[in-house]
């Protein structure tokens, strides 16, 4: 098969570097073994077309370091790339956002799946107010216009209101279920830093009333804001910021602590609570339907999404009880043992095989 993936994230990318751009590649490097895989993404400053072993990497839209910019050129010259080249692809994987699509539905048209990963609905508004319109809409209506879909999860999948199309889950490095772990002296937040998107003031104000410290690793185009929270909140001596960590360094600080915590207004699945499962991990997480696997499945705590005294609740239950967190971190590793991205991988390829076969 030769498949083009477009996905306007990237793990290089200074402004959206998440679980999709994870996602995609750690499937894309596995299906590039057996088959022709170019990764379409966005481009930011410093971005350079590359091969990874053999999948190929190709970055289109503006060098400016602007990401709105960015993101809006990208889903005009994405569309202009797919025109000139769909005679050349088997399949074409659209990672829906509504503030770029690709309309490969109408360009590639049988070829074209879309693959979704979390809903933002009515925050939309609340972060742009009137201007969230046509992205609420685009959102509302252009994922169920595709005939073939993939969602992270059952929650995704319902929230889309896509009739058919598969679940294909987040998955794992193998190798975190052999790291070794040990409980720590901090709770750990793993991911990008949006405030908003990711749930980060409320953990500020959470932090206030929660004694353990907390220790954030990740970049995002929040970081300075999200600081500037933490000194409102009187929280910033109990916080210390790590940084980008790579691969070795989210495995060391992830197994280096006491549990993990995402507070997240709306997430696809959530690669970390996968991960530090993994590392027998338990978690706090939000109350939203996309993580409720994690409680489901006897690691995870939940608290009432954006409560902030709720929040510190659940974590200083944690804290303070390390027989609860022996216990969910044992489960938590029983629940990740069949989550690693090989088995997603095939799972994966599988649904493209079929899908071939349609067309």
Known sequence: MKIFHFIYDHVGNPWVAGGGAVRAREIGRRLAERHDVTIICGKYPGARDYEEGRLRFRFIGTKRDNYVLSTFCYAIKAAVFLLRHRGHADLVVEDFAPFNPVFSRFIATEKATIQVHHREGANLFRRYFLLGLPFFLVEAFYPRLFRHSVSVSEASKRKFRLAGGVVISNGIDPSLLDAEHFDGRYVAYLGRLHVHNKGLDILAKAMRHVDTPLVIAGK???????????????????????????????????????????????????????????????????????????????????????????LAEKMETLARDASLRRKMGEKAREFAQGCTWDRVAEEYEEYLLERTKEI
């Open 220 to 310: 995002g185009r929040d970081e300075e804001k999200l600081k500037a929270l933490f000194r409102e909140t009187g929280a910033s001596g109990k916080v210390r910021f790590l940084g980008h960590v790579d691969d070795d360094g989210k495995k060391e600080f992830l197994s280096s602590s006491m549990f993990c915590v995402l507070p997240s207004r709306y997430e696809g699945q959530g690669i970390v609570v996968i991960e530090a499962a993994a590392l027998g991990k338990p978690v706090v997480v939000s109350d939203i339907q996309e993580l409720a696997f994690a409680v489901g499945a006897g690691f995870g705590l939940s608290f009432r999404t954006a409560d902030a005294r709720d």
